[in-house]
């Protein structure tokens, strides 16, 4: 056994200290200095005597850089940060340091250690700033919150001492270290190393049920004694059996696994948890807390207790809906009591709060996302998460639990009943053709966290002083890059695959997750559902990762596409952004078309209409003439723009949340007014013939699985006017069918001179299938604006025009 005794300054004495690792040992058998890759993986850097300093990128696990194909640069307070990058002199070279590739720049010490505190951090050749991990403990925050590490002339690496010990450690009980003699005894308590994020069990975990028998089981790494509580009835503590749970046996032993066998079949029973542990290095541990099983299939509540099910109950979807293909989905974002609360059928208020009033909506003759004509829906958080009772309204991400669907979503959580709810919820979708994406958080947890409760240290990410880091902004984040928490997401996706039947997920704040376990996420996935689709929000208060993606299976919210649009249809944005964002963000966003998600909005922040309403205080819930002009020109060009477009529900009528900006727990301003429908019927129309038109033959050439040839798109522009047109398919690589798009998002007309041969002599040939306001009928004569070389567009006006049909 071995380890790492760190000092608090460089030790510059010429003997050895000397150290005691209590009931272990006297002091180690072994101690050597490691400034090497040790210093480099915690601090950054480390001293190479005589006078070389040497910066270390690791490539662990958890890295996302490919050494042959990116370049990183150190940069910092002493080169002026983003000028180094692309230099030579300040790219990091791959090397073998102690025998684990690193990336590494070595250079004159004197200049990084003459002045104490400099700043400094890696970064790509592509501008991304890679963050430092939260329990680096040379980690400081500038005036913005971002991290960087700081230099420490007097930690150098030499504080640092390898040691061996005669005997493994418990984690349980891993003792402390301390001076062998005089330091008045301090001592402090030893802390795992890496190994520890990497024990991994393939064990069956949770409740299972075996005929006959119900077998326990729990990943608790550092726990000293596991309680299993049961009952046959939801009743106080009191009246629950007590069972110890005991350490696997066997070469598992060592992962943490903890279980009991009972002789009994114990489905619909409840059960929880009671774990003791250490109190050092802020264990998290309270025997009196009960612990929700964070592998239970259902809970009555965020409390638990969780419920046991045979899984020949729970049994297996059997649904043979086709996933549709990537580049034809169109999306909409949804609540599930959103869509049901004032929906058009007779329910109870206990039905409407959950699946089955969401499931009898689906099935109406007038459902509304079905005549909307979209065919997927993304539906916020339904996995048990932390509303306090079945009544009050929550957005659901703030999750408890990653197996059980939501308590407060079930007509009889207690009797387990959201598990056939929810199946038979899916179910409904895919007979109406719509595909079932589920929104999931698994980048932090609710309250009460039970992750923490089972082994704080595992499970979180944490600074180098036990504090919980919180990049989230909701108060902690899962440490995906432990084995066992990876499994932990992974099997929870494949459950929701297997057994209700789910087409996919979106990842919120995916960034907090990483780039590397994501990629593993995604190909474990795919070897049980090939065509999953996965979504990731590719953000989070500490960085964004969508550049990351683009060699991945992973589809990203493209913030920078709602960020334009919002701006561009109030003429605050430039032809040539908009040019980008028609192609389909390419390159650096997405590598292939599908990889981008347009939207303009979401749950979060004020409604699409909010956002861009004349009225004062962002309150559209009145708009404009303006206002909707605007609404149509954004519609034109989320659909004519590739990518798989996304509306949030009810953007379509205009969807007003009366400019309140956060609204996660009110459900009187996020409830679907239908009646708005009646009120925009035109513009609800408008969206859904746009739908129409996208899902049609027409729409083939905006339905691009892979990147388009360069010369399928031809663009003018009018000098620095905003309003632009473009051809589709200019060069007629796939087929004689064009698409011509023009804009103009001025509040004055505007004259686009456009290339004759791209019009050819027969202008004839192109007929105008929509404005601004209207699809025409097959049959509709006049009012429409001809395609010419001197194309006219009317103030916030668009146009589209098809030919070679």
């Not at 999953?532 to 929000?537: F, H, N, T």
């Amino acid at each position: 056994m071995s380890g790492i005794i760190e000092l608090d300054r460089d030790w510059t004495e010429r003997r050895a200290p000397r150290f005691t690792l209590g009931r272990h040992c006297p002091f180690p058998s072994a101690l050597v200095p490691a400034p090497g890759l040790p210093a480099g993986r915690a601090y950054g850097y480390f001293l190479n005597p005589p006078d070389d300093i040497a910066f270390v990128f690791p490539l662990d696990y958890d890295c996302d850089i490919d050494p042959t194909r990116d370049a990183v640069y150190l940069a910092g307070d002493f080169n002026q940060w983003q000028a180094a990058i692309g230099q030579d002199e300040w790219r990091l070279q791959p090397v073998q340091l102690e025998g684990e590739p690193v990336l590494m720049w070595t250079g004159d010490a004197a200049r990084f250690l003459a002045q104490p505190g400099q700043r400094f951090k890696f970064v790509t050749g592509d501008f991304r700033w890679l963050v430092p991990p939260a329990d680096a403990p040379n980690v400081v925050l500038d005036e913005q919150g971002n991290s960087n590490r700081a230099i420490d002339p007097a930690r150098t690496g030499w504080h640092l001492w390898r040691f061996t010990a005669p005997e493994p450690f418990d984690l349980a009980d891993p003792g402390k270290v301390g001076w062998a003699e005089g330091h008045g005894g301090q001592t402090v308590p030893l802390v795992p190393g890496r190994f520890f994020f990497e024990l991994k069990s393939d064990l069956a975990l949770g409740a299972i049920v075996l005929g006959d028998e119900t077998l326990f089981r729990l990943f608790a790494p550092r726990a000293r004694a596991v309680t299993l509580f049961i009952a046959r009835e939801n009743s106080p503590v009191e009246k629950a059996q007590e069972i110890s749970l005991t350490r696997h046996a066997g070469t598992e032993g060592i992962a943490g696994i903890w279980e009991a066998a009972l002789g009994q079949n114990l489905h619909g029973w409840f059960y929880w948890y009671s774990i003791e542990g250490s109190d050092e290095l802020g264990g998290g541990f309270d025997p009196q807390h009960r612990v929700l099983d964070p592998y239970a299939l259902a809970a009555v509540g965020r409390e638990g207790p969780g419920i046991v099910l045979d899984h020949a109950w729970v049994g297996r979807s059997t649904s043979n809906f086709k996933t549709p293909a990537w580049h034809d989905l169109i999306i909409v974002e949804a609540h599930v009591r959103d869509l049901t609360a004032k929906a058009r059928i007779s329910a109870s208020p206990e039905a409407r709060r959950g699946f089955a009033g969401l499931k009898q909506w689906v099935e109406d003759p007038d459902f509304y996302l079905h005549h909307l004509g979209v065919n997927c829906v993304e539906l916020q958080p339904v996995q048990e998460f932390d509303n306090v009772t079945a009544e009050e309204y929550h957005w659901g991400y703030m999750t408890n639990n990653f197996f059980a669907p939501e308590s407060s979503y079930a007509l009889a959580p207690e009797k387990a009943s959201g598990v056939r709810e929810l199946q038979e919820l899916v179910a409904a979708f895919h007979r109406r053709g719509i595909a079932v994406v589920l929104d999931v958080v698994f980048n932090h947890v609710g309250v009460p966290a039970h992750l923490m409760f089972i082994d704080r240290l595992y499970y979180f990410e944490q600074a180098s002083d036990g504090t919980l880091a919180n990049w989230s902004g909701c108060g902690n984040d899962l440490r995906a890059r432990s084995a066992m928490a990876r499994r932990l997401i992974i099997d929870s996706c494949l459950h929701f695959i297997t057994v209700y039947g789910v087409d996919g997920f979106r990842f919120d704040l995916a960034e907090l997750i990483g780039v590397t376990p994501l990629r593993e996420i995604e190909m474990t996935i795919k070897r049980v559902k090939p065509d999953v689709i996965l979504i990731a929000e590719p953000w989070s208060f500490r960085g964004h990762i969508a550049g990351a993606l683009r060699d991945t299976g992973w589809a990203s919210w493209n913030d920078g596409y709602r960020d334009f649009v919002r701006g561009y249809v109030c003429g605050q944005g430039s032809a040539e952004r908009l040019e980008y964002f028609l192609r389909g963000s390419p390159w650096y966003f997405a590598k292939w078309p599908a990889q981008t998600v347009n939207y303009v909005e979401s749950h979060d922040d004020r409604t699409w209409i909010d956002f861009i309403t004349e009225n004062a205080n962002n309150d559209g819930w009145k708009p404009t003439v303006d206002d909707r002009r605007r609404t149509h020109l954004m519609t034109a060009i989320l659909f004519m723009s590739l990518g798989i477009p996304m509306l949030s529900a009810g953007q379509d009528f205009l969807r007003s949340k009366q400019g309140v900006n956060n609204t996660y727990l009110r459900g009187d301003l996020n409830a679907l007014d239908y009646r708005r429908m009646y009120r925009f019927v035109g513009t609800h129309g408008y969206c859904a013939d746009w739908i129409a038109f996208r899902q049609s033959q027409r729409g083939q050439l905006l339905r691009q699985w892979t990147r388009p040839s360069e010369g399928f798109f031809r663009f003018f522009r009018q000098g620095d006017s905003p309003a632009m047109a473009v051809f589709y398919n200019a060069d007629f690589s796939q087929g004689p069918r064009q698409l011509l798009f023009a804009i103009n998002p001025t509040t004055d007309e505007a004259t686009l001179l456009l290339d004759e041969s791209f019009l050819g002599t027969d202008r004839s040939r192109w007929r105008q299938l929509a404005d601004h306001e209207r699809f025409f009928s097959e049959s509709a004569r006049g009012s429409r604006v001809p395609a010419e070389a001197r194309l006219w567009l009317p103030s916030l006006g668009c146009g589209l025009w098809v030919s070679g049909d």
